[in-house]
Each structure stands twice: as C-alpha cells, then as structure tokens.
C-alpha cells in the first residue's frame, strides 16, 4: 500500500483525513492520499511564501543547478514512480505508458532547466538606457489532471521554480499519490517550502476552488475540462492573477486523397488512442476523404486489432483500462449513442470493470456527440468527405482550438492546409508529438497563455522595466 501525507515546508504532513486511491485495472485499493482542509492549504502556501523570500534571490545559476538536480532525482526515481501511476492510473508501464511519462517528466525537466530568460536592454543612447527584467511573481498554485499526473506536474513546477518562484499543486483526485511521491523526492533537492503538495477529494472541500481564489497565491496554472478552467478564470479574477489555462480539446485529423492507408494507419491509431485517447491533444476525430475512404478504415482497424490491452502492471500491455469510471460513463454513453447512427468497425463494446477494447466507429456526422463533443477515451469517430474547404469549415467548427493534424504525401500542400485551422498546433503526417522547445496551448477555448519553451517560461514572471 502507498499511503502519502501532505507535502508542506520540506517534509511529509499527515491530514486529519484522507480518502482512497483505486487501481482502475483491478479495482483493489492502491493506497490512501491525505484529504486536506482550507487551513491545511493556509500551511502549504505559508511555507511557499516564506520559501519564496530566498528562492527568488537565487542567482539564474543556482536556480538552474537546482532543476538540474530535480531531473536526475526524477531519472533515478523513475521506475518506482512508473509503477505507482500504473497503479493508479490504469496506463501500461510499457507502449506510449509511464515509463514513457517518466522519461518526458525526466527530459522536460532537464529542457527547462537549461532555459533563460536574460535581462534585455530595450534602448542604450544618449537618451537613456531601458531594462527590460522578468521577475518572478510569487507562489503559484498548480492544478493537475488525471491523465499525465506526473509529467503535467513537471510542466507546471519545473519552470515555475527555474524562475524563482515556489509553489502549491494539488493533482487530481484519481491520481494524487505519484504527484504526492514527486514533491516529496523533489524536496529531497530543494530547499524546505519551495515545492509544495496538498491533495483533496473534491467532496470534503473544493481546495483547487480555494487556491483560485487564495489572496498569497499570485498564478495559476491549471491543466484541465473548459469547464473547470472557466471557473478557475472567474475565482482568480477577484485577486487578478496571472493564469496559464491548459484546458480541452477536440482535435480534427484530416486526410487527403493521396495518402498510402497502409503507411499511415499506425500514426493514425495513436494519435488517436494514445494513454486510450486520454491525452489533451490527442486525435479526437477523423475525416477522411471519399477516395481513400475504405482503405483508411480497413489499414486503421487491422492495425488496431493487433494492440494489446491489459492491466498496466503487465508488461505486454500497451493500453490500460479507461482510468476512472466517470470517464467509463462518459464514453460508454457516447459510444452507445454513436452506434445507432453510425457503422462499428472495431470495438464497441465495454470488457469487464473499467476496461473498453478500441472502438472505431465509421459513416458519422460532424454534429454526432462522438465527433461533437471530448470524449477522452478510446472510441475514434470517422466521418467522410469529399470537399476540402468544407472540411476545413467542419474542423473549425468548435469551441475547442487545441491541436490538429494533416495527412498527405504532398507536405506543402498539407501546410497549407494546417495553416488555416484553427488551433495551437498542428501537425503533418503524425498527431500529438509535443517537444519541451517548442511552445504549447489552445487557441479558442482550449486556454489560455503557453507551457514550454522560453515562451512557456516568460508566463511565470511578471515584466519589470526599469528606465535607467
Ligand atoms: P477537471 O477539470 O475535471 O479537473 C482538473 C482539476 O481541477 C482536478 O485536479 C480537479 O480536482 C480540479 N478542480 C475541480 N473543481 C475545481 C474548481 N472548482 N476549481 C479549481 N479546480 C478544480 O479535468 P480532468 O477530468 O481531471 O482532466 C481532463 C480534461 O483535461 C480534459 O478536458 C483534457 O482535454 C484536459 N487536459 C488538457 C491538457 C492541455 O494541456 N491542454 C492536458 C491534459 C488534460
């Protein structure tokens, strides 16, 4: 069993309550996370603050060496932490699983510590000179989805620290124990109150409702539904903090007519189903031209056959079962509804507890709620056809600005193409392949601000000029 306590000014805090921890495999108790109250968070953020008096002193060097450090930590501790989120979060230790989460957690870690964002001078002349200086802005509180718990974390601590700031998470209620074990080794590098971890429920107390609307916390950075991103906005308006709002995504695959279905059905499949389609930026819906139509079905279904789907912990899996069963509702329902209306081609169908095989399903409209709506599991909706500036409309057509992708062997034409949807990223030939140089969020409702890169790291300091 893993039980973990709070992580509050450098060591672990035992709450007066906690709540249990399931593996979405087996349905067998996982550990317990500590439940924590407003004056348990109260804690956490004191011990930010006051961490923060030395932290932000720090020289650009030593705040560097100290991601550095969390890096390797994170590299020496991965294996353990693979096998707690498996527990968990249901995702295989194999295939694009927590091994894989912990080697990015490792890599954008190591990225983002080797990043900066130097003073610059704006003007030298006989009229004066101009600074322009980033300052860190304060504690930042971090909220944190169930789907990359670990690697989410590190997207949010990682550069809030590299640039003097320190800061309060709070992952998600399904998967707190491997953010809990996290903090806890990162504290094993920082100093005391620089990191910070409290978990919660949901149902005991709102904590993430109470860090949005926290007067010491100045940011927060939040991975999450537009749903709830939209309610973080509104709390945080109140102290007017600085927001970086990572939030949903529907994200379109177009393919052309002159693709190879063969060459493409792999990249297709895990672009869509990759962590079983719950990934923000994952490949949500299909549309295929009329030429190519039926070949693209049949390679994407022969290829999905094949894949193996078990329970994390063995190591022939390459995907889980769903990872919670609010989300099992949720696709179930949709799947149910999108097989009156269109043709099941793989799938379909629940297996036993949280488990549901790879569901393709075929001849769908755009304003079916499979293609309509997020479904963040593993059921693929494939609508056909025939005209490109129509379908670039239909691709459009959402709230959601996250990701997209273009399939074609002709890459300028499918530039073309990419440039015009709109979204954050978008990708040719491939779905999803996000990199720690290379900035990242939604357009649209899908958020609000970047992660990574120097752009990603600019969002955690407050601009200073000083007019020398
Ligand atoms: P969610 O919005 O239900 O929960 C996210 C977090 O918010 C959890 O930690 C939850 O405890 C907390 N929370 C709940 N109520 C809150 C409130 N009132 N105020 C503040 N926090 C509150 O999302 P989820 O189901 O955990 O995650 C799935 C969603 O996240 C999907 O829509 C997915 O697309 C999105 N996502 C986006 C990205 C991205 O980078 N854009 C990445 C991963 C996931």
């Not at 593996?23 to 108790?29: A, K, L, R, V």
């Not at 295939?95 to 957690?105: C, N, Y």
Request: hydrophobic letters at 40%.
């Amino acid at each position: 069993m893993s039980d973990m306590g709070m992580i509050i000014d450098g060591g672990r805090m035992a709450a007066a309550a906690s709540f249990d921890v399931t593996n979405p495999s087996t349905g067998e108790i996982v550990g317990s996370a500590p439940n924590a109250t407003p004056d348990d968070l109260d804690k956490a953020v004191s011990a930010a603050k006051v961490a923060f008096e030395t932290w932000s002193k720090k020289s650009d060097a030593e705040l560097a060496a100290a991601c550095e450090a969390v890096a390797a930590r994170i590299g020496e501790h991965a294996e353990e932490l693979a096998h707690l989120l498996t527990k968990e979060q249901g995702k295989p230790l194999n295939g694009l699983g927590s091994r894989f989460e912990l080697g990015g957690a490792q890599a954008w870690a190591g990225h983002t510590a080797g990043l900066s964002l130097p003073m610059k001078v704006l003007q030298d002349t006989n009229e004066g000179r101009i600074e322009l200086h980033r300052n860190p802005v304060g504690v930042v509180g971090s909220i944190t989805p169930w789907n990359w718990p670990v690697m989410i974390a590190v997207w949010h601590i990682l550069p809030a620290v590299r640039t003097g700031n320190t800061v309060v998470i709070k992952p998600s209620p399904y998967t707190p124990l491997s953010t809990l074990r996290l903090v806890e080794i990162m504290n094993e590098v920082l100093p005391a109150g620089v990191v910070n971890a409290v978990a919660s429920d949901d149902q005991l107390h709102n904590i993430g409702a109470a860090m949005a609307a926290h007067p010491d916390i100045r940011k927060m950075v939040f991975t999450g539904s537009i749903a709830t991103g939209k309610r973080v906005m509104m709390t945080a308006a109140e102290t007017m903090k600085r927001l970086t709002l990572e939030l949903g995504g529907n994200d379109a695959g177009i393919v052309l007519p002159d693709v190879d279905a063969k060459q493409i059905a792999e990249g297709l499949f895990w672009g869509g189903f990759i962590n079983n389609g719950q990934t923000c930026a994952a490949m949500k819906r299909l549309y295929v031209h009329e030429d190519v139509y039926d070949d693209v079905c049949d390679a994407l279904v022969d290829y999905a056959r094949n894949v193996t789907v078990g329970d994390g912990l063995d190591e022939t899996s390459v995907l889980g079962p769903i990872a919670n069963q609010m989300q099992f509702d949720k696709v179930k329902r949709l799947v149910d509804d999108a097989k009156t209306k269109g043709r099941v081609l793989l799938g379909g169908e629940p297996g036993e507890g949280l488990y549901f095989a790879p569901t393709i399903i075929a001849d769908l409209s755009h304003d079916d709620p499979l293609v309509a709506e997020e479904q963040f599991g593993p059921a693929l909706p494939i609508v056909k056809y025939s005209d490109i500036e129509e379908v670039i409309a239909l691709a459009n057509d959402s709230e959601n600005g996250l990701g997209g992708s273009v399939w074609s062997k002709d890459t300028g034409k499918a530039k073309e193409i990419a440039r015009r949807l709109q979204c954050g990223s978008v990708w040719i030939n491939k779905h999803g392949a996000i990199q720690p140089n290379a900035p990242f969020g939604g357009v649209k409702s899908s958020g609000l601000g970047v992660e990574f890169g120097e752009e990603g790291l600019a969002e955690y300091t407050d601009i200073q000029v000083v007019y020398c």
